[in-house]
């Protein structure tokens, strides 16, 4: 206590010169009357306007922040200044000398310098106080579950489940042996004097390589009837876009249903910054319930329950600005080279980063930070902030590579914080895909897909195409804090598009095309019929791989180049055009064949096995989504305390593997009983 009270003094010295200084430097900020004071009495006005704005700030701004929880997350993001600055000016109101006064713009500078500074001041202090760490870290999380500390916490330990979206295997390894990631390095046992405490194992997706499958199937068991990241469906006639609310939650449900158990978090677990919920009942930022409207939707609690603290708002607006400012200026640097390949980054796409690797990478430690100290027993949390950056940066850049190691400082906190929870906890550190590299289909060939089946249909082409966005999760994450819904051109499609013409969408390096006039999966033999050249098109051009289709002969047939045409049942023995995409191809191949809303026409882009580049038919220099390379092999990280993920000489094969395994996990050393139901 006694630390707590003389930090708290520090603290409240330091913001008392701090505005003495901004006094002597802003003209409309005044701490003495028109007619002088002493240095004295400046010191006296200055002390007390510093100890009020400190009382205002502690007590006042989580009720101020409670009273906007219908306010989108980002517009509180910016009101925090406004509030900031009001809070400031009733202090100086308060001052009992009567002599202090600012304009308010220059109330709100005042407000987020003093803020800053008393949160540099106080964390400072607080680093050699482990302590007094703790209750800092505390105090950065859920301020709401310090005043109900967690009764009888079970002696077993929680599981923390962290994932880093979008970072492949090979790709953490080789920033592990750079030096990039110091604290993942120390959990393997590289570096001086470090002890082994994990294991690292990759595992491999299904042929949908992206964060909706993968991670719909690892947190709730089922990832069937998801043939990429968006398709149409003849049934309903609607488009599924896994990173929009409502398909979200649609997909969650068909999950639920399937396996017979609400998913993997449902004993006492928090979902954080994911897409799905994973049945637990403490939620933030995940997008499945982000279409709900009222106080019921807890989609973004985790902003309020961040922002509720006025330094973390100052700390956190400042990053923001300095990330945006360090994209523009990576971008400049590639344009000026004239580096290859590359891709648009102007518009919006600076902030939209910003959002991913600060501001929901912030939010979301801090809920982690909070569940530990509320003593939960499982979480698990996605950070999408590599997978952001790599689309558009490539999957091996330095801006990547900068992302990585802000990444790392994370897991290093969460760590230091596992030694100051109520219960011990073991972290276990997965990817839900990699990203492969590669120009773009576009950049390559001058049109896009969807041009390409149109002309092979005979339709015309249009001169200009409209270019098709990355659909990464920090867009979709974005439109949630704002309450926009993502609806990814769902409507045009239904409304502008002729029934007879061909819907193509992009998922990555994988496409889709579909005949929204024809109510079941066409046929080789339908499509030949109809469009006579569109199958040979697409299987000889020198962009695409191979290409998926129904046949009434074969059943499923892959196409290739010069003729080739494998039926599903003999391609572990004759692999062609799926034979330069590695083992386990044809199960992936087969399986989707499976799915009930698989597309007319599923086309892979080209794949080169030397450098594990693909072609992506949308606007990302680094992608996933399909076959090919490394977008395919993402990484499990395991505590060595737990069983090992798979046996000797076997392989983890599928989002729905990594789920069992997940499952056992967490029922070993007394854990919380998960269901069964069916995904066991």
Request: charged share 20%; hydrophobic share 40%; with cysteine.
């Amino acid at each position: 206590m006694g630390s707590a009270v003389w930090r708290s003094v520090a603290v409240w010295a330091v913001s008392t010169v701090t505005m003495l200084v901004l006094a002597g430097i802003l003209p409309d900020f005044k701490l003495q009357s028109p007619d002088g004071d002493s240095a004295t009495s400046i010191a006296v006005t200055a002390a007390l306007g510093a100890g009020a704005f400190g009382v205002l700030s502690s007590v006042v701004w989580p009720l101020l922040v409670r009273a906007l929880l219908l306010v989108p997350a980002l517009v509180l993001g910016v009101l925090v200044f406004f509030l900031n600055g009001s809070l400031l000016l009733l202090a100086l109101r308060l001052d009992p000398s009567g002599q202090s006064e600012a304009a308010p713009e220059t109330a709100v500078v005042v407000a987020a310098v003093m803020s800053a500074v008393a949160s540099a001041t106080g964390g400072a202090l607080a680093v050699r106080d482990d302590d007094a760490y703790r209750r800092r870290l505390y105090r950065l999380s859920d301020r709401r579950r310090r005043q109900a500390p967690p009764p009888g916490v079970p002696s077993a330990p929680g599981t923390v489940f962290l994932q880093l979206d979008g970072v492949g295997h090979d790709v953490l390894v080789d920033a592990i042996g750079r030096g990039l990631m110091p604290t993942v390095a120390g959990w393997l046992g590289e570096g001086t004097g470090a002890r082994t405490t994990h294991r690292l194992a990759p595992w491999r997706t299904d042929w949908s390589s992206q964060t909706g499958a993968s991670q719909l199937g690892i947190l709730h068991g089922s990832n069937h009837d998801v043939p990429a990241f968006r398709w149409y469906e003849k049934d309903s006639r609607e488009i599924m876009v896994c990173n929009r609310p409502t398909s979200a939650a649609e997909l969650q449900r068909r999950a639920i249903e399937r396996t017979g158990d609400g998913g993997l978090l449902t004993v006492d677990g928090a979902s954080r910054g994911n897409l799905f919920s994973g049945g637990a009942e403490q939620l933030a930022l995940v997008l499945s319930v982000a279409a709900r409207r009222g106080r019921e939707n807890r989609s973004r609690a985790g902003y309020f329950a961040y922002f509720s603290d006025p330094a973390n708002a100052v700390r956190t607006a400042l990053s923001f600005v300095a990330d945006v400012g360090r994209e523009i200026g990576e971008y400049t640097r590639v344009r000026l080279r004239k580096q290859r390949p590359r891709v648009g980054r102007g518009g919006l796409y600076p902030f939209i980063r910003a959002f991913a690797t600060v501001i929901e990478r912030d939010v979301v430690v801090a809920a982690v930070i909070g569940d530990m100290f509320a003593g939960r027993a499982s979480v698990y949390a996605d950070l999408v902030a590599y997978d952001e950056v790599a689309h558009h940066s490539g999957p091996r850049s330095r801006d990547a590579e900068k992302v990585l190691q802000r990444l790392d400082r994370s897991l290093a906190l969460i760590e230091q914080v596992a030694e100051h929870a109520p219960r011990a906890y073991r972290v276990v550190l997965l990817s839900d895909h990699g990203q492969s590299p590669g120009e773009t289909f576009r950049a390559r060939y001058g049109l896009g897909l969807a041009e390409l089946v149109r002309a092979g249909c005979g339709l015309p082409v249009p001169r200009k195409a409209r270019r098709t966005h990355s659909g990464a999760e920090a867009r979709a994450a974005v439109r949630a804090a704002l309450r926009r819904p993502v609806e990814e051109g769902g409507e045009e499609f239904r409304s502008s598009t002729p029934p007879s013409e061909p819907i193509v969408l992009a998922s990555g390096n994988l496409g889709l095309v579909s005949f929204p006039d024809v109510p079941h999966r066409m046929s080789r033999e339908e499509i030949d019929a109809r469009h006579p050249a569109l199958l040979t098109t697409l299987a000889n051009h020198p962009g695409i791989g191979f290409v998926l289709v129904r046949s009434e002969e074969h059943g499923g047939l892959v196409l290739g180049a010069h003729g080739a045409a494998i039926p599903l049942d003999e391609l572990d023995d004759d692999p062609g055009p799926l034979a330069d995409f590695g083992p386990g191809a044809a199960d992936a191949v087969r399986r989707t064949h499976s799915f009930p809303h698989v597309a007319d026409i599923m086309v892979n882009s080209w794949y080169d096995p030397e450098d594990g580049e693909v072609l992506a038919f949308e606007e990302q220099i680094g992608s996933h989504g399909g076959l090919g390379g490394a977008q395919g092999r993402p990484f499990l990280m395991s505590p060595l305390s737990l069983s090992p993920p798979v046996g000797a000489g076997e392989e983890l094969v599928g989002a729905e593997q990594v789920h069992r395994v997940l499952r056992r996990w967490l029922r070993e050393d007394d854990g919380p009983q998960v269901p069964v139901g069916g995904g066991e």
